[in-house]
């Protein structure tokens, strides 16, 4: 990649996206590279009442809003892994696993990623009652016994947003207090369904395949108790909020870190490197949320702005012309997702602004494809399913529709192993079934999958390594990928597209995305209590969001 944009911006949290506002506002040729999803951890936030002049609004909302402002200002937004950096130069480099970019400026603003807490038990039973989302896993707790762990704003908001599921959750706090606003520690203390016991700590965490007992320590009585759970709950949840570790350990050689892996700034966010900023979570601060966040990324941005043009001048470098407005039809992982807007049904997203998205999107399709659903019309899914993928299906000339209720078409049921309803299965421009399918509505984040699977087949798809395409294609074993999701979880849909990339290119291998909450038998067949989750040949399990890499690892 020969161009050298003003200014690179690496993370889209809340953070990045300020930064990317007002570098696009500032005229900056600037992107954004994201290796996830947009939004960062606000996207795991319900409930969201402390961002001044919005009084209600949920995370994803605000972020989704962030992401379009940020876009309206012409700002490029990719999806990529960076694997090392380049800050010795004028010209600032970044290693991705889809390419080098090169930058006059670099805002760091990769956030922090939940700390866990190191008892016996914790690894053992993450995702079998061990979390740390609770939109993604509340759901899977309804009517048990909830720990929160933690005594902080997120541990007092995310006890909250558990009582619409828990029969009853208990904070955990070694705090004396909780150190939180007293407004949001008060509306804990007084809620119903929660007991708070402060100055205690977990100890340990047991159970056989699902989490059972745990026992708990008054860290000044010095005091045990242990909760086990009842015969006819089996199991109960412990949630984990106990702050964030900063995603700094790949800078470690490139800027300066403190001793707890913080990137320390003056106050116009600047490190000690020249043309290298730091901005939200990953700073050494007092106060960690969205609207310091934001005052961070504006402030770094600002700064870049006066950097870049005196590198210019310096170097007599006339300006390029200014960011021009990004094509609606450009395709990459983090555009899907304007299709999402928290859907839960095909009314809500195939509205006219929605379909306009979509046909953007479908214009860059370069060979057809075919979506088959198998309908079984006792199961009121299915039917929606098929009334989904048909009005899909009216977007574009290149897709094509067949559906057929269950047991009319024998054959195809066989080769798509229809075996659970609701399903869909995509199918290739020779009608060849690509290993891809859908079981469950593909609305809420799993938009932004069912859209990419269909770019990926029948577009010119997204860029990917060529020793990782190489690595897929070697796989010789048959393999089934089931991957368990809830459509609330924002992690879920990278590792649906992820599986479902190898099996577009490997015919030995089959992905199907499954909405766990169509399908209860397979939850307690396998356990899952967290999502996403991971099978494989249905022996095989494995939790938490997986890099294709890694998934490449499970099928070797």
Do not use: W
């Not at 962030?66 to 090392?84: K, N, P, Q, Y």
């Not at 009517?143 to 908001?157: C, K, R």
């Not at 395949?209 to 242990?226: G, H, P, Y």
């Not at 006339?318 to 407005?325: H, S, V």
């Amino acid at each position: 990649m020969d161009k050298i944009y003003d200014l690179l911006i690496i993370g889209s949290g809340s953070a990045g996206l300020s930064a990317g506002i007002y570098a696009g506002r500032a005229k900056l040729n600037t992107l954004i590279i994201e290796k996830e999803q947009v939004g960062g951890q606000a996207m795991t936030t319900n409930e969201l009442v402390n961002y001044p002049g919005i009084r209600h609004t949920t995370g994803p909302k605000l972020m989704e809003d962030m992401r379009l402002h940020a876009l309206d200002f012409g700002v490029e937004i990719v999806s990529g892994e960076i694997e090392r950096v380049d800050f010795s130069e004028d010209v600032k480099l970044l290693y991705t696993n889809q390419g080098v970019y090169k930058g006059r400026a670099v805002i760091i603003a990769t956030g922090a990623t939940p700390r866990k807490l190191g008892f016996p038990g914790e690894e053992e039973f993450t995702g079998r009652g061990v979390a740390y989302c609770s939109t993604c896993d509340g759901e899977f707790f309804e009517g048990l016994d909830v720990f929160v762990i933690g005594a902080g704003f997120a541990a007092a908001e995310e006890a909250i947003f558990l009582t619409r599921f828990a029969k009853k959750v208990t904070v955990i706090a070694r705090e004396p207090e909780f150190t939180c606003a007293k407004t949001i520690a008060d509306s804990v203390l007084s809620h119903p369904k929660i007991e708070v016991k402060f100055n205690t700590e977990i100890v340990e965490a047991r159970g056989k395949e699902m989490l059972t007992s745990a026992t708990f320590i008054n860290n000044i009585t010095k005091e045990t108790f242990e909760y086990h759970a009842s015969e006819e709950d089996q199991t109960f949840g412990i949630f984990i909020f106990v702050g964030y570790s900063p995603a700094t350990a790949l800078f470690k050689e490139h800027v300066e870190l403190d001793e707890d892996g913080y990137i320390p700034t003056n106050e116009n966010m600047e490190t000690n490197i020249p043309g290298v900023y730091a901005a939200g979570d990953l700073r050494p601060k007092s106060l960690r949320q969205i609207v310091t966040a934001v005052a961070d990324g504006a402030i770094a941005a600002t700064d870049a702005e006066k950097y870049v043009s005196a590198q210019k001048e310096r170097l007599g470098i006339t300006d390029e012309a200014p960011p021009t407005m990004p094509k609606k039809n450009s395709v990459n992982q983090n555009d899907a997702v304007a299709t999402q807007k928290e859907i839960t049904s095909p009314n809500d997203f195939l509205s006219d602004a929605i379909k306009e998205q979509l046909k953007g999107i479908f214009t860059k399709l370069e060979k057809n494809i075919t979506l088959v659903s198998i309908v079984d019309l006792n199961n009121p899914k299915s039917i929606e399913l098929r009334d989904f993928i048909v009005n899909i299906g009216k977007l574009s000339d290149r897709i094509f529709i067949e559906t057929y209720t269950k047991d009319e078409n024998p054959p195809m049921e066989k080769v798509i192993k229809a075996d659970k309803f609701p399903i869909v299965a995509l199918f290739d421009e020779n009608k060849q079934y690509s290993g891809v399918k859908f079981h469950g509505i593909p609305g809420g984040h799993e938009l932004n999958s069912f859209v990419l699977a269909i770019y990926n087949l029948a577009g010119p798809g997204q860029g990917m390594d060529p020793e990782i395409i190489e690595k897929i294609k070697n796989l010789r074993k048959p393999s089934n990928i089931k991957i368990c999701v809830s459509l609330s979880c924002h992690l879920c849909p990278d590792v649906v597209v992820a599986a479902q990339r190898i099996a577009m290119l490997n015919p030995n291998i089959e992905a199907e995305m499954i909405d766990i909450s169509l399908f209860p038998q397979l939850k307690k067949q396998f356990k899952i209590m967290s999502v996403p989750a991971i099978v494989v040949n249905d022996k095989e399990i494995y939790f938490g969001a997986k890099k294709i890499e890694e998934i490449i690892e499970f099928l070797v």
